[in-house]
């Protein structure tokens, strides 16, 4: 299995960035997927996650301003970021769990400044 990320990069305080996970090797319309992120000195934490259904769930700090989605056909998966906030700067990671092991993308580093 792998997960390539994309789309990372610098915006300003209340811009949007559209992060992208395209997966392969598995048959990816069955798994939930889901988005982590990891910020300088933090512990890795879940931000969203969108399951075989489409039902989404989101950690309370992005709720509102992020929106988990998934396109089957071209198996990858879709992070719309709005009114980042400097506190959003992390990099960003893709995950499933895979035949019980969590696997995880290389990372995209976002960075919100001014």
């Known amino acids: 299995v792998q997960l390539q990320a994309s789309g990372g990069g610098l915006v300003q305080p209340g811009g949007s960035l559209r992060l992208s996970c395209k997966a392969s090797?598995?048959?990816?319309?069955?798994?939930?997927m889901n988005w982590y992120r990891q910020a300088p000195g933090k512990e890795r934490e879940m931000v969203a996650s969108?399951?075989?259904?489409?039902?989404?769930n989101y950690a309370d700090y992005v709720k509102g301003r992020f929106t988990i989605s998934r396109d089957n056909v071209w198996r990858t998966l879709y992070l719309q970021m709005n009114s980042l906030e400097p506190e959003d700067t992390a990099v960003y990671y893709c995950?499933?769990?895979?035949?019980?092991?969590?696997?995880w993308g290389q990372g995209t580093l976002v960075t919100v400044s001014s």
């Open positions: 995950n499933v769990i895979y035949r019980g092991i969590s696997t």
């Open positions: 969108i399951s075989q259904e489409h039902d989404r």
């Open positions: 090797g598995l048959n990816f319309k069955i798994f939930t």
